[in-house]
């Protein structure tokens, strides 16, 4: 079997050709390759658009975690307070559940709604001549 790179002085020739493309069509491939290469960079997996985006998610989820970090140690103080102390303990009970001591008034105040608007209450009202 012959090799065909080389044997003595007889070597494999090739021959080039040359193809011949008209300006045109040169220049729409050239610019057909830069804009899917332009289109790569900019929507692809790792593109602008893609970086843009994390870079604003990143941004949004720093400043959620720096409000959280805040009310995290307002809770905290909260939980030392009620631990410690008992005239918190009793806010809370007066303030959120209603709790009175013995002896304890209390006066319920609903909102005035304005003129013509609901029912009028006792004070009110106008004393009916007979």
Same mark, same amino acid.
């Given at each position: 079997?012959?090799?065909?790179?080389?044997?003595?002085?007889? *070597?494999?020739?090739?021959?080039?050709?040359?193809?011949?493309?008209?300006?045109?069509?040169?220049?729409?491939?050239?610019?057909?390759?830069?804009?899917?290469?332009?289109?790569?960079?900019?929507?692809?997996?790792?593109?602008?658009?893609?970086?843009?985006?994390?870079?604003?998610?990143?941004?949004?989820?720093?400043?959620?975690?720096?409000?959280?970090?805040?009310?995290?140690?307002?809770?905290?103080?909260?939980?030392?307070?009620?631990?410690?102390?008992?005239?918190?303990?009793?806010?809370?009970?007066?303030?959120? *559940?209603? *709790?009175?001591?013995?002896?304890?008034?209390? *006066?319920?105040?609903?909102?005035?709604?304005?003129?013509?608007?609901?029912?009028?209450?006792?004070?009110?009202?106008?004393?009916?001549?007979?």
């Amino acid at each position: 079997m012959k090799s065909l790179w080389g044997q003595g002085t007889r *070597y494999l020739r090739v021959t080039r050709r040359s193809i011949d493309v008209s300006p045109k069509v040169a220049k729409l491939l050239l610019a057909l390759v830069i804009v899917l290469i332009s289109f790569i960079f900019i929507s692809g997996n790792v593109g602008l658009w893609n970086l843009w985006r994390a870079q604003k998610e990143i941004k949004e989820l720093s400043e959620r975690i720096e409000m959280l970090e805040k009310r995290n140690t307002l809770l905290s103080v909260e939980i030392e307070r009620l631990k410690s102390d008992p005239y918190t303990v009793e806010k809370i009970l007066r303030e959120k *559940y209603g *709790y009175v001591r013995d002896g304890d008034r209390v *006066y319920r105040l609903t909102p005035f709604s304005g003129e013509g608007g609901g029912t009028p209450s006792l004070l009110d009202t106008k004393p009916e001549k007979p």
